[in-house]
Each structure stands twice: as C-alpha cells, then as structure tokens.
C-alpha cells in the first residue's frame, strides 16, 4: 500500500467514526478497508441496549466491502480514541485474519497513526486448517 493510500484510508476512518452510533460507551470508532482495486469501504460501530448486540466499525466495513463483492483487501485503518491509538479486540482481528488483511493502520488522527503488520495481530488463530484437522497451530 502506498502512503497516499494509507492517508486516505485514515481519512475516510475518520470520516466514518463521525457516524458511530454510542449511546451507552460513547466510545466512536470509524473504520475503512482498501479493497484490492483501491475502492474504500467505510463502517462505524453500531451499539443496542442489548449491549452484545452492538458491532464494531472494522466488522461493519468489512461486511459491507464483503456485501459488494470484495474479498481481498490491501488494508485496513481504524480511528478510535484520539487521545490514544485504539487496537482491534479480538473479534475484529479473527475477522481481519479471515481475509488474511496484511495492513492494520490505527490512527488517533490525520497526522499520527501506526502500521502494523495484519498477519501478526493474531498468533495461533482458529483458521482453515483447524477446521480440517481438528488441531490447533502452534
Ligand atoms: N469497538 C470497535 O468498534 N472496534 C474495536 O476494535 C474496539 C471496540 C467499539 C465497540 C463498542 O461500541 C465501543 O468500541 C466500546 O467498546
């Protein structure tokens, strides 16, 4: 991914945690994902009175990347707190690691965010192969 984009990607992660939905942690988070032809697909967390309900920013832009027809993706960037650099749970980084996305950008705002790599968020996870074998990696 290349700078520009990575900028772009943090913008519209931004863009989209204008929308969150936070009634109850009145914690907004934005997210966006670069699919493979460079199109951005943006997602915000959505909460319920039924708090297990609610959904993250990064799984409501995957699935509506996923809803249009994407599967391989260059990026992701997620915009949380602005005081701090707010990481993926665990959830959202099962669902990163089942689109094998290889970048994970975590911005507090347009000028600070880092980069990690996608591949390592999630050490051991569930996938494919477990499936198959019944076994665990690692
Ligand atoms: N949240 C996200 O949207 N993404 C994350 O990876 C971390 C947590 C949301 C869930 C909830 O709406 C709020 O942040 C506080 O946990």
């Given at each position: 991914m290349m700078g520009n984009e990575a900028a772009a990607l943090v913008s519209a992660a931004l863009a989209a945690r204008k929308?969150?939905?936070?009634?109850?942690?009145?914690y907004p988070v934005g997210a966006a994902v670069l699919g493979e032809d460079g199109n951005i697909f943006t997602g915000c967390n959505v909460e319920n009175?039924?708090?297990?309900a609610g959904m993250c920013a990064e799984r409501n832009a995957i699935g509506s990347a996923v809803t249009a027809g994407?599967?391989?993706?260059?990026g992701i960037a997620v915009a949380g707190s602005d005081k701090g650099f707010t990481m993926p749970c665990g959830i959202c980084r099962q669902v990163i690691a089942e689109f094998h996305i290889p970048v994970v950008i975590v911005a507090k705002d347009e000028d600070h965010y880092k980069i990690f790599?996608?591949?390592?968020?999630?050490?051991h996870a569930f996938e494919e192969g477990c499936l198959k074998t019944g076994e665990r990696n690692g």
């Amino acid at each position: 991914m290349m700078g520009n984009e990575a900028a772009a990607l943090v913008s519209a992660a931004l863009a989209a945690r204008k929308n969150a939905y936070v009634p109850y942690s009145g914690y907004p988070v934005g997210a966006a994902v670069l699919g493979e032809d460079g199109n951005i697909f943006t997602g915000c967390n959505v909460e319920n009175v039924s708090y297990p309900a609610g959904m993250c920013a990064e799984r409501n832009a995957i699935g509506s990347a996923v809803t249009a027809g994407y599967t391989s993706f260059q990026g992701i960037a997620v915009a949380g707190s602005d005081k701090g650099f707010t990481m993926p749970c665990g959830i959202c980084r099962q669902v990163i690691a089942e689109f094998h996305i290889p970048v994970v950008i975590v911005a507090k705002d347009e000028d600070h965010y880092k980069i990690f790599d996608g591949s390592k968020l999630l050490p051991h996870a569930f996938e494919e192969g477990c499936l198959k074998t019944g076994e665990r990696n690692g």
